[in-house]
């Protein structure tokens, strides 16, 4: 039987305040938005930002919604999901997230302090 890897790897910033939602059964979860920057492939030093769809389930929602502010650095690792489906009008959507498995703070951006006091440390 052939292997395969569904795992992803990513370090960026975290576009707005994460918001702490509850599924009916009582789970935490939290969707947050997260960018990340690539050089363009021209010779130019322009960078294009990608942004991250990150959801975070039970304690770890809990703890993300708890410490994690806009602007600051996150490293997240987890696996892709992606969801498909069709509207009322017929038409086909879809959307892929990130399903966190590891979340790591790293704090506030430029090393600038974040707003429970950690300077780009993992907590």
Same mark, same amino acid.
């Given at each position: 039987m052939?292997?395969? $890897? &569904?795992? =992803?790897?990513?370090?960026? +910033?975290?576009?707005?305040?994460?918001?702490?939602?509850?599924?009916?059964?009582?789970?935490? !979860? =939290?969707? *947050?938005?997260?960018?990340?920057?690539?050089?363009?492939?021209?010779?130019?030093?322009?960078?294009?930002?990608?942004? @991250?769809?990150? !959801?975070? /389930?039970?304690?770890?929602?809990?703890? !993300?919604?708890?410490?994690?502010?806009?602007?600051?650095? *996150?490293? $997240?690792?987890?696996? *892709? &999901? @992606?969801?498909? /489906?069709?509207?009322?009008s017929?038409?086909? +959507?879809? +959307?892929?997230? =990130? @399903?966190? %498995?590891? =979340? $790591?703070? *790293?704090?506030? %951006? &430029?090393?600038?302090?974040?707003?429970?006091?950690?300077?780009?440390?993992? !907590?």
């Amino acid at each position: 039987m052939s292997r395969t $890897i &569904n795992r =992803v790897e990513l370090l960026g +910033r975290v576009g707005s305040d994460p918001e702490l939602r509850r599924t009916q059964n009582g789970m935490a !979860v =939290v969707q *947050l938005r997260l960018a990340t920057d690539r050089r363009s492939r021209d010779e130019s030093a322009e960078t294009q930002t990608d942004w @991250h769809t990150v !959801v975070c /389930w039970d304690k770890q929602a809990e703890a !993300v919604a708890q410490y994690v502010h806009k602007g600051e650095r *996150l490293y $997240i690792a987890g696996r *892709l &999901n @992606h969801q498909s /489906w069709e509207t009322d009008s017929g038409e086909r +959507r879809g +959307r892929t997230e =990130v @399903h966190a %498995s590891e =979340v $790591i703070f *790293l704090g506030a %951006s &430029n090393g600038q302090r974040s707003e429970n006091g950690t300077e780009d440390s993992p !907590v």
